[in-house]
């Protein structure tokens, strides 16, 4: 059995439900990416992201998103030494491998943004000095629907540092059932064992890099972004940082299928998650209309002609 597929099985012996999104929650960790889970409370959302966490051998951390969550708590902050006579930086929760931002738009735009920095760059600056963070670094943020109360809209220059926006949905009967029974979130996840060292996935992650990629995909992923941009329905189409994301996305997708080359099914399958929440329509003036984007982006692929 290989690694990813090792990987994959002990977070499945967790969180029993949409597998989809297991693989989706492996290709953001294998692609460099952070990736935002969106559902209603109690589908397990927390749950997946603990049990991807505790797969790794690698530090882990979790922040529990609150309104009166400071930048400072997050990022870490700088305290006088008396027996040194100067300030002396302590990290924050980010400083982690894995950084769970739990229910990340029930805290202020300020604080949200205070993440900006740590998932473009990988880097924290406070008190003029830049600090770096471990490899490998993600954030897997969760996040209830807006329309639930206390909530706040992410910044769209946030939404576009998350690889992929994903939603779990509720379980199928039968897995349900095994949640039932098994009570994972209070048995199974507390036991769990990892699999994979931080060396490993970052072994993995330059698998990913040298994944072939032809130059007609290429063009199919740029046409798609182009498509976005011209398209009479949106206001904001896709950046290039969005079609570099679906192009690396496509590489991990390769790379858990055990191939060393990409196929246009791969770019297919990560459109949407990769590349629904960076766009923004006419007719409603905000990325967090999730409905509205991802049938305009399944529009827009429909109609750009396929790689030859």
Known sequence: MHDIERLRNNIMSVYMGNAQAVDRLITCLLARGHVLIEDV?????????????????????????????????????????????????????????????????????????????????????????????????????????????????????????????????????????RILKRQPAQTTLRDLKSVLSADEIMRLQVKVDEIRMDDALVDYVIAIAKATRESDDLQVGISPRGALALSQAARATALLSQRDYVTPDDILVNVIPVCAHRIISKTYMHAGDTVTTRRIMQKVVDSVPGPV
Do not use: W
Request: charged share 20%.
């Open 41 to 177: 409370p109690g589908v397990g959302k927390t749950v997946l992201a603990n049990a991807l966490a505790r797969s790794i051998d690698c530090t882990f951390s979790r922040i529990q998103c609150t309104p009166d969550l400071l930048p400072a708590d997050v990022t870490g902050v700088s305290i006088y030494n008396r027996e040194q006579g100067e300030f002396e930086y302590r990290p924050g929760p980010i400083f982690a491998n894995i950084v769970l931002a739990d229910e990340i738009n029930r805290t202020t735009p300020r604080t949200q943004s205070s993440m900006l920095e740590a998932m473009s760059e990988a880097t924290v600056s406070a008190e003029g000095q830049m600090h770096a963070l471990p490899k490998p670094f993600m954030v897997v943020a969760t996040q209830n629907p807006y329309e639930f109360e206390g909530t706040y809209f992410l910044p769209e220059n946030q939404l576009d540092r998350f690889l992929m926006r994903i939603n779990l949905g509720y379980p199928a009967p039968s897995d349900e059932s």
